[in-house]
């Protein structure tokens, strides 16, 4: 059974930095894919930030050049360095991993962690 467990979230003035770690269960070499996610409160999950198992990486238009997304496989971690931190980056953050194969994927989630941005 994977796990992903995240931490780092907390209460942040805008214009801040916070980084966020997500320790997953095991090898995290065995994920085609890893991110992170957010959810605002009355909106839908959004994708923030994703890395392929090639190391490439992606993010969306409304965080790029101020979140970065990272890993250390040998400590199967995830993190994600946030920058210049709005309020509208206000919400519950989820790290994601993702195993493709034969049949359906297999889509794991954490139990997330808060994150506002608030003077």
């Known amino acids: 059974q994977v796990q992903l467990v995240e931490s780092g979230g907390g209460l942040v003035q805008p214009g801040g930095s916070l980084r966020l770690s997500c320790a997953a269960s095991?090898?995290?070499?065995?994920?085609?894919?890893m991110g992170w996610y957010r959810q605002a409160p009355g909106k839908q999950r959004e994708l923030v930030a994703i890395m392929i198992s090639d190391g490439s990486t992606n993010s969306a238009d409304s965080v790029k050049g101020r979140f970065t997304i990272s890993r250390d496989s040998p400590k199967n971690m995830v993190y994600l360095q946030m920058n210049s931190l709005k309020p509208e980056d206000t919400a519950v953050y989820y790290c994601n991993a993702a195993l493709y194969g034969v049949g359906q994927p297999q889509i794991y989630w954490g139990q997330g962690t808060q994150v506002t941005v608030s003077s």
């Open positions: 095991g090898s995290i070499r065995r994920f085609n894919l």
